[in-house]
């Protein structure tokens, strides 16, 4: 497809239990970013991929959160030992980082967690 | 990234011009003001954005101050489906580091 595709769409998990959410950005795009909105808030910073370069992974709130993007492509983000307050969606947006275009993000339809 | 102000909450007629301004009176000469919307229950969607001079396209128009300190998004006619967070961010144009978003106006369209 054209656009950023996040699976699943929705995801309802038990506490303590390990979850992973996927995204496929643009066909290349180099930038790769997660967020979390948790109902009625803004949007929180997770990680951000670019390129080769190492990720920018200070918005992991801790260690129980991880992400890949296995050949500059497809992200996953892992939570494990799921909490509570983990219920959130979960988007990712992927972006071409170059000085000829306008560096825009391109946000998918995002996963929506939620943790009983 | 510089930090940006937003009033939190705006309401605007149906049909008339809606002005959503943000400061950024810390922004650096090689930041640009971009702005993105997020309608209920979608993802963000990007709108516009600018250096120093007014911009425009198909959705709005972008004012930004002389100072470059703020800048002001038009939505020449607004419409029920434009009642959506609205959110102000400065970054460099095509810069290599996370994009971090404050937690914008929310723009109710009355009809």
């Known amino acids: 497809g054209a656009g950023v595709s996040q699976s699943p769409s929705n995801k309802v998990t038990e506490k303590g239990k390990d979850v992973e959410l996927r995204c496929d950005p643009i066909?290349?795009?180099?930038?790769l970013y997660w967020y979390r909105q948790s109902l009625g808030q803004g949007l929180e910073f997770l990680i951000y991929?670019?390129?080769?370069?190492?990720?920018?992974k200070s918005g992991l709130p801790s260690d129980r959160f991880s992400a890949e993007r296995t050949g500059g492509s497809v992200s996953t983000l892992t939570i494990q030992r799921t909490q509570q307050e983990d219920s959130a969606v979960y988007l990712c947006?992927?972006?071409?980082?170059?000085?000829?275009?306008?560096?825009?993000?391109?946000f998918g339809e995002g996963s929506r967690l939620t943790v009983l | 990234d510089a930090k940006t102000t937003q009033p939190t909450s705006m309401d605007c007629a149906e049909g008339r011009a809606a002005n959503l301004p943000c400061n950024h009176s810390?922004?650096?000469?090689?930041?640009?003001v971009y702005w993105y919307r997020q309608i209920h229950s979608q993802g963000p969607q990007y709108i516009i954005h600018?250096?120093?001079n007014n911009e425009t396209n198909e959705m709005a128009s972008l004012i930004i101050t002389e100072d470059r300190k703020s800048s002001t998004l038009i939505l020449p006619h607004a419409t029920l489906r434009d009642t959506a967070v609205y959110y102000c961010?400065?970054?460099?144009?095509?810069?290599?580091?996370?994009?971090?978003f404050g937690t914008g106006t929310r723009l109710t369209i009355i009809p």
């Open positions: 066909s290349g795009h180099t930038a």
């Open positions: 947006a992927s972006s071409l980082a170059s000085s000829s275009n306008t560096g825009e993000l391109f």
């Open positions: 961010i400065v970054r460099r144009h095509f810069g290599n580091e996370k994009l971090t």
């Open positions: 810390t922004i650096s000469g090689n930041e640009y």
């Open positions: 600018g250096l120093k």
């Open positions: 991929f670019q390129g080769n370069s190492a990720p920018d």
